[in-house]
C-alpha cells in the first residue's frame, strides 16, 4: 500500500488540557460566644446568685447598671463580677428579669436565652441553628456534621471539596469517581494534578491519559497533531503510520 494512502486515514485528535474542579477550603471556628467571668472563650450559660447582704466587691456597694446605691437590707444580684439591683439585671434586648434565672452573656451584657437563640447563625442545610462549631464554605455557614460530601457523606471539615456544576459538595477523590474521564487504555481515572500540567487526549470518541496514547501494536508514543507520528486508525484501532501500513497489507493478503 502506498504511504499517501496511510496519510489520509490519519485520525484528528483533541489535545485537552485539564483543569482542577471548582475547589475551595473550609475554615472551622466556634460560634460567637461570650467570655466567663475569667475571660475564658467557652461556650455555656449561668446562673445569677441573688444576695440578701452584699459581700464587698471591687465594685463597692453601688449597682453595675444604674450606678445608683445598693441599699445594705435590699436584695443584691451577683453576676458576671458584678452586683445589680434585682430589677436592673434584665436581659438587655427583651429586657426581661434575670435574677435567678438562666442567662448568657453577649459582649459582656445579659441576655436571656430566646435572645441568645436568635442571636445563632443557621446551618445553610438542616436550618438548625449553630450552637458550637461552625464550618465556614462557599459564602456560608454549616454543622460540622452537616458539611459532608455528597456522595460518601462523610463530614468534610477543613480538607480541599470540589463542587459540581448543581453546586453540590464532594470529597475530592468522590468527585474525580464520578466525573472524570476514564482512560480507555488503562481504565484509570484522567485526573489533574495540582502541580504540573495534566492533559487528555480524545480520540475515536474515547479518551487516553497522554503516556497511555500509544500505537496499539508496537507502543510507541503517539502524537496528538495531525503529523507523520500520529495516529493513523485501522478497524477502530489506534495505530502509527508504519503499524498502519503494515496491518493493512496483512489483511490485503
Not at 434586648?93 to 434565672?101: D, I, P
Request: proline share 8%; net charge neutral; hydrophobic share 30%.
Amino acid at each position: 500500500m502506498l504511504p499517501g494512502k496511510a496519510e489520509k486515514r490519519i485520525a484528528s485528535s483533541i489535545f485537552i488540557t485539564l483543569v482542577p474542579p471548582r475547589r475551595d477550603v473550609a475554615t472551622k471556628e466556634k460560634t460567637q460566644r461570650e467570655p466567663q467571668p475569667d475571660g475564658a472563650e467557652v461556650p455555656g450559660t449561668h446562673h445569677p446568685q441573688i444576695l440578701l447582704s452584699p459581700p464587698a466587691l471591687p465594685n463597692g456597694d453601688i449597682c453595675a447598671f444604674c450606678h445608683k446605691v445598693l441599699g445594705p437590707q435590699e436584695p443584691t444580684v451577683e453576676a458576671m463580677r458584678k452586683q445589680y439591683h434585682p430589677d436592673c439585671f434584665t436581659c438587655r434586648t427583651c429586657h426581661r428579669l434575670l435574677a435567678g434565672q438562666r442567662y448568657f452573656q453577649r459582649d459582656g451584657c445579659p441576655m436571656c436565652d430566646t435572645c441568645f437563640q436568635a442571636t445563632l447563625e443557621k446551618c445553610a442545610k438542616c436550618q438548625g441553628l449553630i450552637t458550637e462549631h461552625i464550618i465556614r464554605a462557599l459564602g456560608k455557614g454549616y454543622h460540622p456534621s452537616c458539611f459532608s460530601c455528597a456522595a460518601c457523606s462523610r463530614a468534610i471539615g477543613t480538607e480541599s471539596f470540589a463542587v459540581d456544576e448543581q453546586g453540590d459538595v464532594y470529597c475530592v477523590p468522590d468527585f474525580y469517581r464520578k466525573y472524570a474521564a476514564v482512560c480507555s487504555a488503562c481504565e484509570r481515572p484522567i485526573v489533574p494534578h495540582e502541580d504540573e500540567d495534566t492533559y487528555k487526549i480524545e480520540c475515536l470518541g474515547r479518551s487516553f491519559h497522554e503516556s497511555c496514547y500509544r500505537c496499539e501494536s508496537c507502543r510507541m508514543p503517539l502524537s496528538p497533531e495531525l503529523t507523520e507520528n500520529g495516529c493513523y486508525p485501522l478497524d477502530d484501532h489506534l495505530l502509527c503510520k508504519s503499524c498502519h501500513v503494515r496491518w493493512r497489507n496483512e489483511s490485503s493478503c
